[in-house]
């Protein structure tokens, strides 16, 4: 009887942001947010695709965040987007089904990928001289395609699970898809599905947040025993972009996590305000570190616009 009830149900309607006040307004600054994310993230993979001396291992690992926080974002984005702009409420099983797996993939794989830049950089300052026999192009490549499988192989196993509930009624009370949203929208109890994200969650800030922590604690000593400031100041500016960028991802996720050990109760308004800035936070904000703070893309990408000025005025 649960699976013929779940088989009814044919789409969805989200009902996250009718109590909203100025929808349009929100809408308008997530989709200059979207195509800012779209912009500046396309332009770090084409600034490091049309330079082969940037085929190293960091601009590979570059290129690789820019595309997890496309995927990561056009997922919940468009939906946004399409909610609070264009009034679109409605949402295919399938689609939504789809949504969820992507964003939640993404979300993985940015982690992951964060992970992975930690230990480039460590590597990188604390042996210089053995950095391209130990990380190669073809090592790189092959974490890089690890991440995306591992991210690919849990959300399997979460939509397996998502797919297998009864839902009574087809309305979500959130503004995008996402496992939380969907468990919540199914009729059973919620708390038992809650384990496996929890699992997940604990996963990734227990083991890898403690791990990039790690790796900074290596990089600073490496760094007190070099004796030129000037080299000193180098390696300082080439973690700060990776802090940065970390910050932004953890930071929101912390907050919920300490909002919810302490007892504080959010209303529906106040989660989907955090579900959204964690979402788009990160995202925004790597494109915007790794070209303002990264003197080769930032310089390549000079060269470009200047060169397509000067022809464009020929």
């Known amino acids: ?105 993404g979300d993985i794989c940015l982690s992951l990928t964060l992970t992975l830049m930690a230990v480039d950089r460590v590597v990188a300052i604390s042996s210089p001289l053995h950095y391209h026999s130990i990380l190669t192009n073809g090592r790189t490549l092959a974490l890089i395609a690890f991440t995306w499988l591992l991210a690919i192989v849990i959300m399997g196993l979460l939509v397996r699970i998502v797919t297998s509930l009864p839902y009574c009624q087809p309305l979500l009370r959130y503004s995008f898809c996402d496992y939380a949203t969907l468990v919540r929208a199914a009729c059973v109890d919620p708390e038992p599905y809650f384990i496996y994200t929890t699992i997940l969650v604990t996963w990734l800030i227990s083991v890898h947040l403690p791990l990039i922590l790690a790796t900074y604690v290596k990089i600073i000593y490496t760094v007190l025993r070099l004796s030129k400031n000037e080299s000193r100041k180098q390696m300082v500016n080439t973690c700060v972009s990776h802090v940065i960028v970390v910050t932004c991802y953890f930071l929101p996720k912390f907050i919920v996590i300490l909002l919810t050990r302490v007892g504080v109760t959010l209303n529906l308004t106040e989660r989907n305000a955090l579900l959204i800035v964690s979402t788009l936070i990160p995202s925004f904000m790597n494109p915007t570190v790794y070209c303002l703070r990264t003197k080769e893309i930032r310089t390549r990408l000079i060269k470009i616009l200047t060169r397509n000025r000067v022809n464009a005025i020929k």
Do not use: K
């Open 1 to 105: 009887m649960e699976n013929v009830t779940a088989q009814r149900v044919t789409e969805f309607t989200l009902t996250g942001s009718d109590h909203l006040p100025n929808q349009r307004l929100l809408g308008t600054l997530i989709l200059v947010t979207y195509l800012f994310i779209l912009l500046g993230s396309s332009a770090n993979i084409c600034v490091v695709a049309s330079d082969r001396r940037l085929f190293t291992p960091m601009y590979i690992f570059i290129c690789n965040l820019a595309a997890v926080d496309i995927t990561f974002t056009t997922s919940a984005g468009t939906t946004l987007i399409g909610l609070l702009l264009l009034g679109i409420r409605n949402i295919s099983y399938q689609e939504c089904i789809s949504r969820m797996f992507i964003y939640h993939m």
